[in-house]
C-alpha cells in the first residue's frame, strides 16, 4: 500500500546488487528497480576518472549527463543494462588479462585460482528430469592440480536415476561482483554452459570404470564420473574433471544455453619438409586420484613421420617398449577417492588422467582431463626386465587415443609404464594446420 514515489525514494538509496534483488519481489518491485534516475546515477559514479578498471578512452570518462534526454529518452532499465554490461566486460578483462601468463612447462595459465577468485566463478550441474523439473546441485568440494581441478557433489537431495534425463554443467560468477560481500548463491548471477550429458540408460550407454563394495562408477566425455549406489540404484555422488586448458572462456564467456566456441587455430608457416609430419611436440601427463598423484612428467620432442599415419591417426611414441631407460613406475597404490555426507571410499584401480599436448610452437593442441581405468591384460609379461601380468589403460574421444600398457610388480608392489602412444586423429590435424594428411 506503499506510494510508488516512497518506494522508488527508499530504491534510491540501494546498490546495484540489491537493486537486482528487490526487483525479483514482485511486478511492481521489478518496474521501480528499472528506474532509469536511479541506475543513471550508479553508472555516472562508476565512470568518474579515478577508477581506472575499465582502462577508458579520456572523452569517455567524463561524466555522463544527468539531464531529461538521458533519462527520457530511454527504454526503462536502459541504463540498468548499460552498468550491468560495464560491469561483466570489466570483470571479464581482469580475468583474461590474469590468464595470460602462461607455465613454460604446461603451456597453460598459471594463474587460473587467482583469476577464478577474481571472477567469484563456481560451478554447478542441474539435472533434469523426464518432466521437466531441474534439481539444482550447489554443494561441490574442489581439488585441484597442475593443469585440471576435480569437483565432487553429493548430497542427500539426488533424484531418482530412472527417471533423469540429462546433466547440465555451468559456470556461475555473480552478475556484479561485489567484493564487500562474501560470495553467496543468493546474489544475482549468471551462467555459462560448459557441457551437457544424457544420463537416459547411463548404466547401458556410458563406459563403467571400476567399483568398490557400495557404489559403482560410469563415466562419460567429457571428464563426468557419477557414481551410483549398487543397492538402491540411485546417484550417490558427481564428480567432473575440468582442463585448465579454456576453462576460464567456457566457465565465463558461454551463456546459459550455448557452450563457448573458441576461435579457430592460426596455422604457422612451417619451412621443415611436409614429409616430416608432425614435430617438436610437447606432452604433460599427470595420473591422480583427486587427492594424491600418481605421475607428473613432461616429454619433449615428440613426432610422427608420415609413414606413422594408419586408420587416420598419427601415432606420436611417448614410451617404448623397447627402450626400458624411459619405463616409468606409479608412486603409491592407484584408486579413485570419493566422499558423501556418511560415507567414503576408494575404487581401485581407477585415477584421473590429464593430458596437454602442445605443439611445436608450444600452444596446447589436444587437452583433456578424463577418469580412466586400469584393466588386466590376457598377455603375461615377456620382457626380460620385468615379470607379470600386463595390464592396459585406453583413452578415446573425437581428437584422439591414448593408450598405456602398465607391468604389476608383486616384489615392489608397484606399476610401471612400459609403453605410451598417443594417437592423434587426421581430422583434428587437418582442421588445426589446414592441411590433407
Given amino acids: 500500500s506503499m506510494p510508488s514515489?516512497?518506494?522508488?525514494?527508499?530504491?534510491?538509496?540501494?546498490?546495484?546488487?540489491?537493486?537486482?534483488?528487490?526487483?525479483?519481489?514482485?511486478?511492481?518491485?521489478?518496474?521501480?528497480?528499472?528506474?532509469?534516475?536511479?541506475?543513471?546515477?550508479?553508472?555516472?559514479?562508476?565512470?568518474?576518472?579515478?577508477?581506472?578498471?575499465?582502462?577508458?578512452?579520456?572523452?569517455?570518462?567524463?561524466?555522463?549527463?544527468?539531464?531529461?534526454?538521458?533519462?527520457?529518452?530511454?527504454?526503462?532499465?536502459?541504463?540498468k543494462k548499460e552498468y550491468i554490461l560495464k560491469q561483466t566486460a570489466a570483470v571479464k578483462t581482469r580475468v583474461m588479462r590474469l590468464a595470460k601468463p602462461l607455465d613454460p612447462y604446461t603451456g597453460l595459465p598459471f594463474k587460473n585460482k587467482e583469476a577464478m577468485k577474481v571472477s567469484g566463478l563456481s560451478w554447478i550441474i542441474v539435472l533434469k528430469d523426464k518432466n521437466g523439473k531441474e534439481h539444482v546441485m550447489e554443494k561441490a568440494n574442489l581439488s585441484f592440480k597442475d593443469t585440471s581441478v576435480t569437483i565432487l557433489w553429493y548430497g542427500t537431495s539426488w533424484p531418482c536415476l530412472d527417471v533423469v534425463s540429462t546433466l547440465k554443467l555451468f559456470g556461475v560468477t555473480p552478475l556484479l561482483l561485489d567484493q564487500s560481500r562474501p560470495s553467496n548463491k543468493n546474489v544475482p548471477r549468471r551462467r555459462s554452459l560448459i557441457a551437457e550429458y544424457h544420463l537416459a540408460n547411463l548404466t547401458e550407454s556410458s563406459v563403467a570404470v571400476g567399483a568398490d563394495r557400495l557404489v559403482q562408477l560410469f563415466s562419460l566425455n567429457p571428464g563426468l564420473l557419477v557414481g551410483i549406489w549398487k543397492e538402491k540404484n540411485e546417484i550417490a555422488f558427481v564428480m567432473v574433471s575440468l582442463h585448465y586448458h579454456q576453462l576460464l572462456e567456457r566457465s565465463i564467456l558461454g551463456s546459459a544455453t550455448v557452450q563457448y566456441a573458441p576461435p579457430p587455430n592460426t596455422p604457422v608457416l612451417d619451412d621443415i619438409d611436409p614429409e616430416y609430419g608432425l614435430h617438436d611436440y610437447n606432452l604433460h601427463l599427470e595420473m591422480h586420484g583427486r587427492s594424491c598423484t600418481y605421475l607428473r612428467g613432461t616429454f619433449r620432442n615428440l613426432f610422427c613421420r608420415k609413414g606413422d599415419i594408419a586408420n587416420g591417426y598419427l601415432r606420436l611414441t611417448v614410451v617404448s617398449l623397447k627402450d626400458n631407460r624411459k619405463h616409468l613406475p606409479l608412486v603409491g597404490t592407484l584408486g579413485l577417492s570419493w566422499e558423501t555426507d556418511v560415507f567414503k571410499g576408494n575404487v581401485k584401480d581407477c585415477y584421473v588422467m590429464n593430458l596437454t599436448l602442445l605443439d611445436e610452437i608450444g600452444e596446447p593442441f589436444w587437452c583433456f582431463s578424463a577418469p580412466v581405468c586400469v584393466e588386466v591384460s590376457s598377455k603375461t609379461s615377456g620382457l626380460y626386465d620385468y615379470m607379470g601380468h600386463i595390464y592396459t589403460t585406453n583413452y578415446a574421444d573425437s581428437e584422439g587415443k591414448v593408450c598405456v600398457k602398465l607391468v604389476w610388480l608383486e616384489e615392489t608392489k608397484e606399476y610401471i609404464i612400459v609403453n605410451l602412444v598417443l594417437y592423434v586423429s587426421t581430422k583434428k590435424v587437418n582442421k588445426w594446420y589446414g592441411t590433407n594428411y
Fill in 5 to 79: 514515489e516512497m518506494l522508488l525514494k527508499i530504491f534510491s538509496y540501494l546498490d546495484a546488487v540489491s537493486l537486482l534483488s528487490v526487483g525479483c519481489v514482485n511486478k511492481l518491485f521489478y518496474d521501480l528497480a528499472n528506474d532509469n534516475g536511479i541506475w543513471l546515477k550508479i553508472y555516472s559514479s562508476c565512470l568518474q576518472p579515478k577508477r581506472t578498471i575499465w582502462k577508458m578512452k579520456s572523452e569517455q570518462t567524463e561524466a555522463v549527463p544527468l539531464g531529461c534526454a538521458a533519462l527520457h529518452d530511454k527504454k526503462p532499465g536502459y541504463w
